[in-house]
């Protein structure tokens, strides 16, 4: 007879799924399991390991040990890396998170950078995963997205460029499914090196892979991929179950095979015509990369491309788009879908839209309606993402949440700030995520690029604004790259001459963004910023140049006036 000391549950329902693991374990010919006595005794064969049957008692969220001292483990064994997870390692000392249990729901961003902090902080950790490990941006969102763009990018200046006069253009010919293998092996290195091998790496980590949902506000059942339930008892937890493409109930949509972002990544096929349904990141940066690769492309903009944002930035992709031979539909709805014979219908209250493919990306909805999150009282806004304070706690005691499953902006970056930040909170910290100089990209080309304060957001929130729109005409790298597309436009306060603001349309935005979200930061005004030095022909010397406009006409500057 073998007895194990348990610690953690809660009640009898405790016991029983407890014995239910326990027995599952080759070997155990039978379990006895007692809450009120916090043990278990089992019948086994000889030479069952106890490193499994401690395994699987902590793969539940609960922590055990051999009740009589076992003999000396191998070094590095399962049972060593158990003993570390209930206290038994001397490592951990001094972390206010030492000995303390929590579940981590998703393996995303926001869910990886949460789990690693925790353990830092001296948890240990039980990662629950539904599908692919990694979440959405290494797999189906930005490594992927940004892959395939990139391909298309070069595809368009084999066919296309500036310089054509002098180095005449040999269009290329697109081999999909050799770059969608090209992409697809990358994704997969990059998942395993900065994920699975993580995980793999960290013996204070648990995964299980299934689908979880509350029982209760200290509980998680489990229902795992290869079958059976587990409960997952945690002291804290943190929800980062992220978000999935949201379709608009246009009639006859649910019926046919269109597309959304992650069946266009993943296919292998270009279709010779191409409708986009949506009018802002993912539906645009798609859209054009289609287009560079061969589709001809119809975008149906339910008002204006980016109407979210300042009007210049919708207007200067729009002209961009167009001048590409990208067919933009402004203020269009679709009103019917209909799909035969190989072709989709698109009824509009202009005209009809025909293509061979569709891809639906009106945005991105949270991954939180099948978590049972009223019985753990986590409440949800009318879009179904959790409410959040700015330390990412719920407004349920011991549970926070992260990332795009949240009403935070949908960045990751942002998701991973957040999960680290939740995970300081969860072991006794009190830190917050502060997104008032929050930078976004948006990877057409030309670039969107934004950060702070647009004219209308200031104007909202009662402050007067002083702003400057600087063509790409008047920056010596855009004249040098023979690409004058887009513009850098700084948003001031009038009172104080304080940057609050920039949004920028250039090649290469995004790289210039980060140096605008620092000096906002820094509460730089436009003439300290003007007064800095900038490397001459950079794009990003394109910030001092728009800040120079406060003051002067920069026409009349020479080429690298300081």
């Known amino acids: 007879m073998t007895q194990l000391k348990i610690t953690g549950m809660t009640c009898d329902s405790c016991a029983t799924h407890v014995k239910e693991a326990l027995e599952n374990v080759p070997g155990v010919q039978a379990a006895e399991v007692s809450y009120a006595k ?9 030479g069952t390991s106890p490193d499994a049957l401690i395994a699987a008692v902590a793969g539940l969220g609960y922590r055990a040990a051999l009740a009589d001292a076992p003999a000396a483990p191998v070094p590095g064994g399962l049972l060593d890396r158990v003993k570390e997870w209930v206290g038994g390692g001397d490592n951990k000392a001094g972390h206010i998170g030492d000995g303390m249990h929590i579940a981590v729901i998703g393996s995303g961003g926001a869910a990886m950078a949460a789990a690693l902090k925790a353990v830092e902080q001296g948890a240990r950790v039980t990662l629950i995963e539904r599908g692919t490990i990694g979440g959405t941006c290494v797999n189906v969102g930005c490594v992927p997205s940004k892959i395939m ?211 639906v990306a009106t945005g991105r909805a949270p991954n939180t309606r099948s978590l049972n999150l009223e019985v753990a009282g986590v409440e949800v806004n009318a879009q179904g993402a959790i409410v959040i304070d700015r330390g ?106 304080r940057l609050i603001g920039v949004q920028a ?8 963004i980060q140096t605008a979200a620092l000096a906002i930061r820094s509460r730089m005004t436009v003439q300290e910023l003007a007064d800095q030095l900038f490397p001459y022909l950079t794009m990003v010397e394109g910030l001092k140049l728009a800040a120079q406009t406060f003051n002067k006409d920069v026409k009349q500057l020479s080429c690298c006036a300081g």
């Open 38 to 46: 916090g043990s278990a005794r089992l019948t086994i064969e000889a």
């Open 149 to 359: 763009i990139r391909a298309a990018h070069i595809a368009h200046l084999r066919r296309e460029s500036p310089f054509d006069g002098g180095m005449p253009p040999t269009p290329p010919t697109i081999q999909r499914e050799r770059l969608l293998a090209q992409q697809q092996a990358r994704v997969d290195e990059l998942r395993h090196a900065k994920y699975e091998g993580i995980l793999e790496s960290t013996p204070a980590i648990t995964v299980l892979h299934g689908e979880a949902r509350f029982q209760d506000g200290r509980h998680i059942t489990v229902r795992m991929s290869n079958g059976g339930e587990r409960v997952v008892a945690f002291d804290r937890c943190l929800i980062a179950t992220g978000a999935s493409p949201a379709i608009p109930p246009i009639p006859g949509l649910k019926d046919a095979p269109y597309w959304t972002s992650t069946e266009a990544l993943a296919n292998d096929t270009l279709p010779e015509r191409l409708a986009v349904i949506g009018s802002s990141v993912v539906a645009l940066e798609l859209a054009q990369a289609f287009a560079r690769l061969g589709s001809q492309v119809t975008i149906l903009a339910r008002s204006t491309l980016f109407f979210r944002e300042d009007p210049a930035i919708g207007e200067a992709i729009t002209a961009a788009f167009r001048a590409e031979g990208i067919e933009v539909l402004d203020h269009t709805q679709a009103s019917q879908v209909a799909y035969a014979d190989g072709e989709f219908v698109l009824t509009t209250e202009h005209r009809e839209v025909r293509a061979d493919q569709l891809l």
């Open 505 to 512: 349309v250039a090649p290469g935005a995004g790289e210039l």
């Open 392 to 497: 990412m706690r719920t407004s349920a005691p011991h549970i926070y949440a992260a990332g795009d499953c949240t009403d935070q902006p949908q960045f990751v970056y942002v998701a991973a700030a957040a999960g680290t930040r939740a995970a300081i909170n969860m072991t006794g910290g009190d830190v917050a995520l502060d997104l008032t100089a929050m930078p976004a990209v948006v990877f057409t080309d030309p670039q969107v690029a934004t950060v702070g304060y647009s004219e209308a957001e200031a104007h909202h929130d009662g402050i007067e604004t002083d702003s400057r729109l600087l063509t790409l005409d008047n920056v010596p790298r855009a004249l040098a790259n023979f690409d004058t597309r887009g513009f850098i436009k700084l948003v001031a306060d009038a009172g104080s001459g």
